[in-house]
């Protein structure tokens, strides 16, 4: 599957900017935090992993730590970049374990579940 051929915009209205290629994030594991109507979780926001944002997010049921061979997936460790759910991120805020935020590779979808003001918060 193949990402939307219109130029995404992140939340600040510019030019959708990469997230992380090592290890390649996003849904469609191009680099960016791009979305279509197939991506039912909305992987938009462009989140700076932390150890306690890995803790909080393998508690609540999606083990980001982990390597997943099966999957390509090389676990993930504080530092990395990665297109996390939007719905996840705001759970987190409200839980007071969000991580850090690039807004540049902040999908604008994203503003359709956070607010800016949230986002703005966690930017780096």
């Given amino acids: 599957m193949k990402p939307p051929m219109d130029a995404p915009l992140n939340v600040l209205g510019g030019p959708l900017q990469p997230c992380c290629t090592d290890p390649m994030t996003g849904f ?3 680099g960016h935090c791009n979305t279509s109507a197939a991506d039912v979780g909305r992987h938009t926001v462009c989140a700076v992993m932390t150890a306690e944002f890995l803790a909080f997010s393998k508690y609540v049921g ?3 730590s982990t390597p997943r061979p099966e999957w390509d997936f090389p676990g993930l460790k504080p530092g990395d970049g990665w297109c996390v759910v939007a719905a996840r991120f705001l759970q987190a805020h409200d839980e007071g374990c969000a991580p850090p935020v690039r807004l540049e590779a902040t999908h ?3 503003l359709e579940v956070v607010t800016l003001d949230i986002l703005r918060q966690y930017a780096v």
């Fill in 28 to 30: 469609f594991r191009d």
């Fill in 62 to 64: 999606n083990d980001l």
């Fill in 108 to 110: 604008q979808r994203a």
